[in-house]
Protein backbone atom coordinates (compact mmCIF):
# COMPACT_ATOMS: atom_id res chain seq x y z
CA UNK A 1 0.00 0.00 0.00
CA UNK A 2 1.16 3.14 -0.89
CA UNK A 3 2.35 6.03 2.38
CA UNK A 4 -0.93 8.85 1.19
CA UNK A 5 -2.22 10.66 4.32
CA UNK A 6 -5.32 7.76 3.73
CA UNK A 7 -3.43 5.33 3.65
CA UNK A 8 -2.23 6.22 6.97
CA UNK A 9 -6.10 6.59 8.20
CA UNK A 10 -6.74 3.26 6.67
CA UNK A 11 -3.99 1.67 9.14
CA UNK A 12 -5.20 3.53 11.80
CA UNK A 13 -2.12 5.60 12.00
CA UNK A 14 -3.86 8.91 11.85
CA UNK A 15 -7.25 9.48 13.40
CA UNK A 16 -10.01 9.71 11.58
CA UNK A 17 -14.16 9.89 12.24
CA UNK A 18 -14.78 6.93 10.41
CA UNK A 19 -18.70 6.35 9.78
CA UNK A 20 -18.56 3.36 7.62
CA UNK A 21 -16.29 0.33 6.96
CA UNK A 22 -16.30 -3.16 5.16
CA UNK A 23 -13.55 -5.55 3.59
CA UNK A 24 -12.51 -3.29 0.92
CA UNK A 25 -13.60 0.47 1.71
CA UNK A 26 -13.18 2.96 4.09
CA UNK A 27 -15.74 6.09 5.21
CA UNK A 28 -14.61 8.83 7.01
CA UNK A 29 -15.95 12.72 7.51
CA UNK A 30 -13.85 15.52 5.59
CA UNK A 31 -11.40 17.23 7.34
CA UNK A 32 -13.16 20.48 5.86
CA UNK A 33 -16.60 19.31 5.04
CA UNK A 34 -18.11 21.43 1.90
CA UNK A 35 -21.36 20.78 3.20
CA UNK A 36 -23.22 19.42 6.50
CA UNK A 37 -22.49 16.22 5.36
CA UNK A 38 -19.11 15.42 3.89
CA UNK A 39 -18.03 11.76 3.78
CA UNK A 40 -14.90 10.32 1.78
CA UNK A 41 -15.16 6.47 0.52
CA UNK A 42 -11.84 5.18 -0.13
CA UNK A 43 -11.01 2.07 -1.15
CA UNK A 44 -8.42 -0.38 0.91
CA UNK A 45 -6.69 -0.81 -2.17
CA UNK A 46 -4.64 2.02 -2.82
CA UNK A 47 -4.79 3.48 -6.24
CA UNK A 48 -3.46 6.87 -7.22
CA UNK A 49 -5.70 8.34 -9.59
CA UNK A 50 -8.92 7.66 -11.93
CA UNK A 51 -6.32 7.15 -14.73
CA UNK A 52 -4.77 4.12 -12.93
CA UNK A 53 -7.78 2.44 -12.90
CA UNK A 54 -7.94 -0.84 -15.32
CA UNK A 55 -10.55 -2.94 -17.07
CA UNK A 56 -10.88 -5.14 -13.91
CA UNK A 57 -11.30 -2.18 -11.59
CA UNK A 58 -14.69 -1.58 -12.10
CA UNK A 59 -15.84 -3.38 -9.19
CA UNK A 60 -13.53 -1.01 -7.11
CA UNK A 61 -15.38 1.95 -8.40
CA UNK A 62 -18.64 0.28 -7.96
CA UNK A 63 -17.76 -0.65 -4.56
CA UNK A 64 -17.37 3.00 -3.91
CA UNK A 65 -20.69 4.15 -5.30
CA UNK A 66 -22.71 1.33 -3.35
CA UNK A 67 -21.17 2.29 -0.35
CA UNK A 68 -21.93 6.00 -0.69
CA UNK A 69 -26.02 5.30 -1.75
CA UNK A 70 -26.08 2.72 1.13
CA UNK A 71 -24.52 5.24 3.66
CA UNK A 72 -27.23 7.97 2.20
CA UNK A 73 -30.31 5.70 2.41
CA UNK A 74 -29.55 4.61 6.24
CA UNK A 75 -28.95 8.36 7.23
CA UNK A 76 -31.68 9.48 5.69
CA UNK A 77 -31.21 11.96 3.23
CA UNK A 78 -31.24 9.98 0.00
CA UNK A 79 -34.44 11.06 -0.97
CA UNK A 80 -33.43 14.68 -0.40
CA UNK A 81 -30.84 13.98 -2.61
CA UNK A 82 -26.47 14.15 -2.53
CA UNK A 83 -23.92 14.38 -4.95
CA UNK A 84 -20.55 12.31 -5.33
CA UNK A 85 -17.75 13.43 -6.65
CA UNK A 86 -14.63 11.76 -7.85
CA UNK A 87 -11.35 14.60 -8.67
CA UNK A 88 -8.89 13.17 -10.71
CA UNK A 89 -5.55 15.06 -11.16
CA UNK A 90 -4.67 18.86 -11.26
CA UNK A 91 -7.23 20.58 -12.96
CA UNK A 92 -9.92 18.09 -11.17
CA UNK A 93 -8.55 19.38 -7.58
CA UNK A 94 -7.07 16.49 -6.14
CA UNK A 95 -4.55 17.11 -3.56
CA UNK A 96 -4.60 13.21 -2.36
CA UNK A 97 -3.29 10.63 -4.65
CA UNK A 98 -5.22 7.57 -3.53
CA UNK A 99 -8.83 7.38 -5.34
CA UNK A 100 -11.83 8.66 -2.74
CA UNK A 101 -15.26 9.49 -3.55
CA UNK A 102 -16.71 12.54 -2.36
CA UNK A 103 -20.51 12.57 -0.43
CA UNK A 104 -21.72 15.75 0.03
CA UNK A 105 -25.52 16.13 0.81
CA UNK A 106 -27.24 18.80 3.52
CA UNK A 107 -27.73 21.67 0.82
CA UNK A 108 -28.55 22.50 -2.25
CA UNK A 109 -25.75 22.15 -4.49
CA UNK A 110 -25.05 24.51 -7.45
CA UNK A 111 -24.45 23.50 -11.25
CA UNK A 112 -22.03 23.79 -12.77
CA UNK A 113 -19.42 23.36 -10.11
CA UNK A 114 -16.90 26.20 -9.22
P1 LIG B 1 -9.35 15.76 -3.11
O1 LIG B 1 -9.02 17.23 -3.16
O2 LIG B 1 -10.45 15.34 -4.03
O3 LIG B 1 -8.09 14.92 -3.28
O4 LIG B 1 -9.93 15.50 -1.67
C1 LIG B 1 -9.12 15.32 -0.55
C2 LIG B 1 -9.98 15.63 0.64
O5 LIG B 1 -9.33 15.12 1.77
C3 LIG B 1 -10.20 17.12 0.89
O6 LIG B 1 -11.58 17.42 0.82
C4 LIG B 1 -9.63 17.34 2.28
O7 LIG B 1 -10.38 18.25 3.06
C5 LIG B 1 -9.67 15.94 2.86
N1 LIG B 1 -8.72 15.67 3.92
C6 LIG B 1 -7.42 16.05 4.00
N2 LIG B 1 -6.86 15.59 5.14
C7 LIG B 1 -7.84 14.90 5.79
C8 LIG B 1 -7.89 14.19 7.03
N3 LIG B 1 -6.80 14.09 7.83
N4 LIG B 1 -9.06 13.62 7.39
C9 LIG B 1 -10.14 13.73 6.61
N5 LIG B 1 -10.16 14.37 5.42
C10 LIG B 1 -9.02 14.95 5.02
Known amino acids: MSDTL ?14 Y ?4 V ?11 VHV ?4 KRAVPTL ?7 GGLVGQLVLAAAAYAKR ?7 YRTVINCNGD ?3 SVFHIHLHLLAGRQMGWPPG
Do not use: M, S, T, Y
Open 6 to 19: FAKIIRREIPAAIV
Open 21 to 24: EDDD
Open 26 to 36: LAFRDIQPQAP
Open 40 to 43: LFVP
Open 51 to 57: NDLGPAD
Open 75 to 81: EGFAEAG
Open 92 to 94: GGQ
